[in-house]
């Protein structure tokens, strides 16, 4: 089964604060994604990034980074947490192409951040 | 306008009473569409994925079809562990992640 593994499950963090989300995957998957979901906003993606050193922006990059040093391993940054900014993270990767392959993306658990 | 609609937002069934939810997409050049079951405080877990109109797939009581404009998670004699939240996701034209629905919140009475 892959394993997607979010390694904070509960954060609150103060305003300003510097913030990392860690996740990784143990399947050796190439695309790696980083989504929040906020009620009556669904899930929205951030950033994905395709391989080690390459990073995309999503749909709502602002206020966020990336970092992907090594295959396995993609980190969310919020170099200044704001309140809005309190939310679920949902990190999540996948084989390959998506598109009419069988491939699909599979999710952690979650990190729920507060920001106070 | 939202790319992916899903209906209803919410949904309540008795034990063995069938349903369906609604998905309905407006992106062109659809690659494939997913959809996902979300229990709380958990992250989605992938249940199928369809990619041309015509296409049906199951699992236990749950069937999806598609159709050019939108796909629908038939719910057959459901059991109140089938209580979750439902979210549809679209790939479509040159993008490279998911967009989603913001679900159908589904509870089934015992």
């Known amino acids: 089964d892959v394993k997607v593994t979010q390694s904070s499950r509960y954060l609150v963090k103060r305003t300003g604060e510097k913030v990392f989300l860690e996740c990784v995957q143990d399947?050796?998957?190439?695309?790696m994604f980083w989504y929040r979901q906020d009620p009556g906003l669904g899930l929205r993606l951030i950033y994905f990034?395709?391989?080690?050193?390459?990073?995309e922006k999503g749909d709502i990059p602002e206020g966020y980074s990336v970092s992907r040093e090594k295959k396995e391993r993609f980190s969310l940054i919020l170099e200044s947490a704001s309140t809005s900014q309190t939310s679920m993270y949902l990190c999540?990767?996948?084989?390959?192409?998506?598109?009419?392959?069988?491939?699909?993306?599979?999710f952690g658990e979650g990190s729920w951040l507060t920001v106070v | 306008e939202d790319q992916v609609t899903q209906s209803p937002e919410a949904l309540r069934l008795q034990e063995g009473e069938s349903s369906s939810l609604n998905c309905s997409y407006t992106?062109?050049?659809?690659?494939?569409l997913f959809w996902y079951r979300q229990d709380p405080g958990k992250g989605p877990e992938f249940l199928f994925t369809?990619?041309?109109a015509g296409e049906e797939k199951e699992k236990e009581r749950l069937k999806a079809t598609l159709t050019k404009k939108e796909s629908f998670l038939h719910i057959t004699a459901p059991k109140p562990e089938d209580s979750a939240t439902y979210l549809c996701?679209?790939?479509?034209?040159?993008?490279?992640?998911?967009?989603f629905g913001k679900g159908t919140h589904l509870i089934i009475q015992p």
């Open positions: 999540a990767s996948t084989e390959g192409s998506l598109g009419g392959t069988g491939n699909t993306i599979y």
């Open positions: 399947m050796d998957h190439e695309n």
């Open positions: 990034s395709y391989d080690v050193k390459m990073k």
């Open positions: 992106v062109s050049g659809l690659r494939g």
């Open positions: 369809l990619y041309s």
């Open positions: 996701a679209v790939l479509w034209g040159g993008a490279d992640g998911l967009t």
